[in-house]
């Protein structure tokens, strides 16, 4: 398996633009998770879906974060706008979920985003 | 809210040396996953504890679960260079639907 695919590896953008992060899971996982990784707050849980549906998003920070599953092998994590403290590298990570036995998540490469 | 606490943030060791880093709960942990994330790189899976007081090795890497559950720990026997890193735990939440991750220790080592 190519594992967990996310793109693009490496975005720079300009503050006010809209970017778009992409992910694509592990072939036969239903629990896909969205992580934003800074040396300030650490590894962060921003959303998470079970089954392509949103489960909890309460780690969003705000309004112009936004995410999307619209089938079991793709997701989306869009900020419009975007903001130079947005800058982060954010993670995609998936895990087959029984929810009888916990299991682990297999991460993606990451997406480095420089919002200047 | 749900916290994992882990300590120290940061250790720098000889090659050879032993390192252990220590994952802290003021309420009862479900169960404990330990990541590592080589550095430029991504949280790799190492191990779960599920069980009070279980004690799992992989190679030079000793994990342990607290006998209360309320903490655990990773210990590197003779470290070497390419045990550099950072170690993360983390904790079901409570629904058991996801991950509450520690800060993570980082871990360096000099030859």
């Known amino acids: 398996d190519a594992g967990v695919i996310q793109s693009p590896r490496h975005e720079v953008t300009e503050m006010g633009q809209e970017v778009t992060l992409r992910c694509k899971p592990i072939?036969?996982?239903?629990?896909l998770f969205w992580y934003r990784q800074t040396m300030m707050r650490g590894l962060e849980l921003l959303i998470y879906?079970?089954?392509?549906?949103?489960?909890?998003d309460s780690g969003m920070p705000e309004d112009r974060f936004s995410a999307k599953m619209p089938n079991a092998s793709f997701s989306t994590l869009k900020i419009q706008p975007s903001e130079p403290r947005d800058s982060a590298v954010y993670f995609c990570?998936?895990?087959?979920?029984?929810?009888?036995?916990?299991?682990?998540?297999?991460f993606g490469p990451g997406t480095r985003l420089t919002v200047t | 809210g749900q916290q994992v606490m882990q300590i120290p943030q940061y250790q720098h060791v000889q090659e050879g040396e032993d390192f252990t880093t220590y994952c802290n709960s003021s309420?009862?942990?479900?169960?404990i996953q330990w990541y590592k994330q080589r550095p430029g790189g991504h949280p790799v899976f190492l191990i779960q504890?599920?069980?009070?007081?279980e004690v799992k090795k992989q190679k030079r890497l000793t994990f342990q679960f607290g006998e209360a559950k309320k903490n655990s720990s990773l210990h590197i026997t003779a470290t070497q260079t390419t045990d550099v890193g950072t170690y993360f735990c983390?904790?079901?939440?409570?629904?058991?639907?996801?991950?509450?991750f520690g800060k993570g220790t980082t871990l360096s080592v000099s030859s």
């Open positions: 990570a998936s895990r087959d979920y029984s929810g009888i036995k916990p299991s682990e998540q297999y």
């Open positions: 072939s036969g996982h239903n629990s």
């Open positions: 879906f079970n089954n392509n549906v949103p489960i909890d």
């Open positions: 309420t009862t942990l479900s169960n």
């Open positions: 504890l599920v069980k009070s007081g």
């Open positions: 983390a904790d079901a939440n409570q629904a058991g639907t996801a991950l509450i």
